[in-house]
């Protein structure tokens, strides 16, 4: 699994409480990423991370906020859980030794969050 | 920006039949091009990659697939499907992280 790791993998909490997801990689790549999956849309990027402290929105980052203060974690924060981000959260990482942008990407395991 | 058009939200075979999954992009740049299978309850893993060069990509599994420029296509098959095929298969274009497809489930009839 490319040495990615997602916690919690499973979480069911409150509208209206903060969440934060981690995500930790083992390989050192440069660029990590935080993706939803829901059915009927695959997957769509929430925010993404080029490097220590430099991050950037996705296509649907509202309501979400990110964190890298290290290479190897990255944070995602719902700062008030809603019922609408009930999904299944993946980390992806790439680039690599290389550090290009444009390989592929390897995913971790998910976390399914659902917000009642 | 980079979009991707999957064409069948669900395609059903049956065993040794013929895998045809399509694929539709477009791209304002010469597109990086990538397949995903995912399986119930766990993450992506890349199944073949385009970037350059030949165009006709072998990836895991018995699963290729062929890009065409001309109709901004990579369609994934496989000549015979096996019961461990099933599983919902998404196309990506290369952008900033990537940008997915949809889907396709595949379910496979003994």
């Known amino acids: 699994d490319a040495g990615i790791t997602q916690s919690p993998r499973h979480k069911v909490t409150e509208t209206g409480t903060p969440v934060t997801l981690r995500c930790h990689q083992t390989e050192n790549h440069r660029y990590m990423y935080w993706y939803r999956q829901d059915p009927g849309h695959g997957l769509r990027l929430i925010h993404y991370?080029?490097?220590?402290?430099?991050?950037d929105k996705g296509e649907v980052s509202d309501g979400y906020s990110v964190s890298r203060s290290k290479t190897e974690d990255f944070l995602l924060t719902l700062e008030s859980a809603t019922s609408s981000q009930t999904s299944v959260y993946f980390c992806?990482?790439?680039?690599?030794?290389?550090?290009?942008?444009?390989?592929?990407?390897?995913f971790g395991q998910g976390t399914r969050l659902t917000v009642v | 920006a980079q979009s991707v058009t999957q064409l069948g939200s669900h395609v059903s075979v049956s065993e040794g039949a013929l895998v045809l999954l399509r694929c539709n992009y477009s791209s304002s740049v010469p597109p990086y091009l990538f397949w995903y299978v995912q399986y119930p309850n766990q993450g992506l893993q890349l199944l073949l990659k385009y970037t350059t060069g030949a165009t006709l990509v072998k990836g895991i599994n018995g699963f290729e697939a062929e890009f065409k420029k001309s109709e901004t296509s990579f369609h994934l098959t496989k000549p015979s499907a096996h019961m461990s095929d099933a599983a919902e298969y998404f196309c990506a274009v290369r952008s900033m992280g990537l940008s997915f497809g949809a889907g396709t489930t595949v379910t496979v009839r003994a």
């Open positions: 991370s080029y490097g220590v402290k430099d991050t």
């Open positions: 992806a990482i790439s680039g690599g030794p290389a550090r290009n942008p444009y390989t592929e990407a390897f």
